[in-house]
């Protein structure tokens, strides 16, 4: 079946008891064994629990893995998939990275003997260089967040494969429905399910797909051991999203095209990073391993002073530290998501303070572009009048 109509079925087939269409919530932490030695297959909810496995089972699915776990964040994802490591061991992780993720490995993991290295993961000649005998894995975000970055999974997880590397892909920002990694030779995905995934700004989730049988036994003992899981109602508010993940992606999408479209044309603007324009560095390399574009993209401004008065003057978008959710969020990286990356690194990779990041909505794009435009507007006339 197609994507589409995975997606909206997600949970409906598997209450044959009642039918329901909406798989319920099963709020229960312990389940009876109906005798010694024998288990309904649920025992205890860190372990397995009815809701959550539903989600898992989905996630696994969509993402073309083996087994699916959900975690009661993002970062807490992250936090079991790096519990694979330990003393000694190196990672090869994306440059452009999620700051909470920075933020793990070297105010965290750090502490346990993990150490990191932080490349350009589209560049094969910087993968070699900082390759050494310790290294474990390569972390990837592609599209990174905020500038954009693109890495060609199917290039650098067939080089992983090679050095008996894993390859692990945040796929946050494109979703299963434009992107999967998997089938490009990826061994685990995390999601930020908090964002696209759930949706609607009201869940906070975190889901890992793993492909392979060793692997998936490896990551379920890690969260049944870490037991940072997902609670059935959040697994439930999750699922709900996650139906219509088909038709919001695709309006994320037109929305955030037409956007950068415009923003590159108005002479405030400095650049535009978007990879469905033509100039964007990676658009060739997207346009072959997703079948589209993801609803955020970053662009700078050519005055750093605008930046303030148009966050202040904005009506509709939303000035707010999120993203992947129904409603436009209009982020200041280097003082909010990147603030716990190093001045010179946030610089190195470009994300300075004339740079702002986007996370279209799925309102009405004229009423985007004229809230946006305004806001442009009046903070050139209060420039103009300093
Ligand atoms: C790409 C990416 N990965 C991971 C995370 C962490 O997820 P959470 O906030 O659900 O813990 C985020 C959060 O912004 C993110 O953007």
């Known amino acids: 079946m197609n994507i589409e109509s995975r997606l ?72 079991t998939i790096f519990a ?27 502490r346990f003997g993990v150490t990191a290295s932080y490349v350009d993961t589209g560049d094969l000649d910087a993968l070699e260089a900082h390759y050494t005998p310790a290294t474990k894995a390569v972390l990837i975000e592609t599209p990174t967040n905020p500038l954009m970055m693109i890495t060609d999974l199917e290039k650098v997880s067939a080089w992983a494969k090679r050095k008996g590397l894993l390859t692990i892909v945040d796929n946050t920002l494109m979703t299963p429905f434009l992107q999967r990694p998997i089938e490009l030779g990826a061994d685990i995905v995390i999601h930020s399910a908090t964002k696209y995934l759930g949706g609607h700004n009201d ?9 392979g049988k060793e692997l998936s036994e490896q990551m379920a003992f890690l969260h049944n051991s870490i037991g940072a899981v997902l609670g059935p109602q959040d697994s439930w508010l999750l699922m709900r999203g996650m139906k219509t993940l088909a038709l919001r992606m695709e309006r994320h999408q037109y929305n955030s095209v037409r956007l950068a479209e415009w923003l590159l044309n108005h002479p405030a603007v400095e650049d535009v990073y978007h990879p469905a324009l033509p100039h ?21 401004m050519k005055d750093a002073r605008t930046v303030e008065p148009i966050l202040r003057h904005l009506k509709l978008i939303a000035f707010a530290e999120s993203l992947g959710g129904v409603e436009s969020l209009l982020t200041y990286p280097a003082v909010q998501t990147h603030a716990d990356i190093p001045e010179e690194i946030r610089r190195k990779v470009g994300v300075d303070d004339r740079l702002l990041r986007f996370s279209v909505g799925i309102e009405h794009i004229d009423d985007l572009i004229a809230d946006l435009g305004n806001a442009i507007d009046a903070a050139l006339r209060e420039i103009e009048g300093e």
């Open 8 to 79: 909206a079925q997600i949970g409906s087939q598997n209450d044959p008891v009642t039918g329901a269409v909406s798989y319920p919530i099963y709020q229960a932490t312990a389940f009876r064994h109906p005798k010694l030695g024998q288990s309904t297959g649920f025992d205890y909810a860190r372990t397995k629990s009815p809701t959550r496995s539903v989600l898992e089972a989905a996630a696994a699915d969509l993402e073309g893995g083996d087994a699916g776990f959900a975690c009661s964040s993002g970062m807490a994802a992250l936090q």
């Open 84 to 110: 694979l490591f330990g003393q000694g061991d190196h990672l090869i992780v994306s440059l452009d990275l999620y700051g909470g993720t920075y933020r793990l490995l070297e105010k965290i993991m750090s």
């Open 203 to 211: 869940v906070l989730a975190g889901l890992i797909v793993t492909k």
């Open 280 to 300: 964007h560095p990676g658009h060739d390399v997207q346009k072959r391993q997703a079948s589209g574009h993801t609803g955020i993209f970053s662009f700078r």
